[in-house]
């Protein structure tokens, strides 16, 4: 499946590092960044959020609540918040249902493992509608995080 600008955005809930479920629905009248990453404690997905969580404030100024989404357990993004002070969520799809919805799950990723999550960005307005997608098939690669506020500002203006 792949979501585009333009579509309702698949509902969901998940749990953030605390323990309290997170629903999308839930959140609208606010605009949300989803950021699917592979795996937490690698270096490509320390820089990009890391860059997010630099930027923070630039994404409150756009009335943007922002979630980093992987396999990995609680556990293990609990771990990884802490020890890279993220200043904002981190939701697990250890069952991978979240991922596959959103088009962004790789078949088979390194080593045989199955359903970790592809790489991705997705800017959803706070009536629910997708305003920018990118899903990477390279897991080295970044998202456009510029890209990704230009459509929020864009959200501000409409």
Known sequence: MSLKPGDIAPDFTLFDTIKQPITLSE??????VLLFFPFAFTS?????LCSVRDDIGNYAA??????????????SLKKYKEEQ???FDLLSDFNKEVCGIYGSQYELFGQNMKGVAKRSAFVIDKEGII????????SSDIPNLEAVKQALNQTLTS
């Open 27 to 32: 959140l609208r009248g606010q605009n949300v």
């Open 44 to 48: 490509t997905c320390t820089k990009e």
């Open 62 to 75: 756009l009335n943007a609540r922002v979630f980093g989404i992987s396999v990995d357990s609680l556990h």
């Open 85 to 87: 002070q993220f200043n």
């Open 131 to 138: 305003r920018y997608a990118e899903v990477l098939e390279n």
